[in-house]
């Protein structure tokens, strides 16, 4: 399973240092997660902390573009250097022809469902996506509690991802508990925060080689 720790929710006055830690210890991906305060009430991650985690990165980074106007937005986190941009289809009027733009800028496509969005909905998606990223809480806020209501998509979008051709991964209380429910549902990755990485006072290390056991 690829673990991907969620910046946000690093030490940013160590900032340098968290990022060669984790790429040490085997992340496999750094995820970046972008909020404006408008598609979601927080701010997170600027245009300059992207570009700075992904200079210092040895490994791939992405962006989880919560915000209005991705398709103007996306452009510039490319160039930043993500190589992986998520972004919201209610955020954007014209979902596909930002998903399209993503891949034309040479930037991996991946499209974010919410709780409250079913298969159905962004079906149509699919075929132009290289990722999807459930999120199993509401966008916005580190700390929140697994919604159980989001385990029979989660099955859903793992029967549908050889036939699409996408990587499946889910973001929101990621803890050790909810890895090994997901990792046999076939799930290929997991956002990590506060739940299962962050804060524990242990070696990154360590709690990664635990998770790679689930």
């Known amino acids: 399973m690829l673990l991907c720790p969620s910046l946000m929710c690093a030490d940013f006055l160590n900032l340098g240092e968290e990022v060669d830690s984790l790429c040490s210890a085997g992340a496999d991906i750094m995820h ?10 927080n701010y997170a991650l600027s245009l300059g902390d ?9 490994v791939p ?3 989880h573009l919560m915000v209005t106007n991705p398709y103007d937005a996306c452009e510039f986190f490319i160039h930043a250097g993500a190589s992986i941009i998520y972004v919201h289809p209610e955020s954007d009027l014209a979902i ?4 399209l733009k993503i891949s034309r800028l040479g930037a991996h496509p991946g499209i974010a469902v919410n709780p409250g969005l079913s298969f159905s909905s962004v079906e149509d998606s699919l075929p132009v996506v290289d990722y999807v990223l459930l999120m199993t809480v509401n966008p916005g806020f580190a700390g929140q509690r697994y919604l159980d209501y989001v385990t029979p998509k989660i099955e859903r979008f793992a029967a549908e991802k050889e036939r ?12 050790p508990e909810v890895i090994a429910k997901v990792n046999g549902l076939g799930v290929d990755g997991a956002i990590l925060g ?3 990485l962050f804060g524990k ?7 990664f080689k635990e998770l790679r056991q689930l």
Do not use: W
């Open 194 to 196: 506060t739940s299962a």
């Open 164 to 175: 699409y051709g996408f990587k499946l991964l889910i973001d929101g209380a990621c803890s």
């Open 201 to 207: 006072g242990r070696p990154y290390q360590d709690i």
């Open 50 to 58: 992207v570009e700075a985690i992904a200079k210092r990165s040895s």
């Open 61 to 63: 980074c992405d962006a």
């Open 96 to 99: 596909n022809s930002t998903l």
């Open 32 to 41: 970046l997660d972008v909020m404006d305060g408008h598609y979601v009430p």
